[in-house]
């Protein structure tokens, strides 16, 4: 909020001229330099998508990640998904999300073979084996 601030000074610095050009070319500035300034406090409150790494497991060259994500909105509801994650050797990351649930909770990521995963979100309450 203090981004807005600026815009409603020059407002009230306006006010006090008693000159009508000096006025209006106060609040031109008020209106030129408000936009910038509430789009800037606008988007310093929202945050469109948090991500929280629950947690990773390591398999060959592929590292699978679970992650809780939080929309930005004030009615959605975090979910879990899972990933994809293969590093090259050029600081490319390749990520593909193969496994998304509107469940939440702490996460933990189990291999149970080399071809299937098993996600236990908030101890005993959820499993699901995915096969990979």
């Given amino acids: ?3 807005v601030s600026i815009p ?3 407002v ?5 001229f008693t000159l009508r050009f000096a006025r209006y070319l106060t609040f031109l500035a008020v ?9 800037f406090s606008f988007l310093g409150v929202v945050n469109p998508v948090a991500s929280e790494l629950q947690d990773s497991l390591s398999l060959d ?9 939080t929309p930005g909105f004030v009615t ?4 879990t998904i899972l990933r994809k994650e293969l590093d090259t050797p050029f600081g490319f ?18 291999s149970v073979n080399g071809s299937t995963l ?3 979100i908030d101890g005993d309450f959820y499993r699901e084996n995915i096969k990979i």
């Fill in 1 to 3: 909020m203090a981004a």
């Fill in 8 to 10: 409603v000074s020059l």
């Fill in 12 to 16: 009230f610095i306006g006010r006090a």
């Fill in 31 to 39: 209106a030129v330099l408000s936009v910038p300034m509430f789009l």
């Fill in 61 to 69: 060259s592929v590292t699978y990640r679970i992650y809780m994500r």
């Fill in 76 to 79: 959605a509801q975090p979910f």
């Fill in 93 to 110: 990351k390749f990520v593909r999300t193969i496994w998304a649930n509107e469940r939440y909770g702490k996460a933990r990521l189990h």
């Fill in 118 to 120: 098993e996600i236990e």
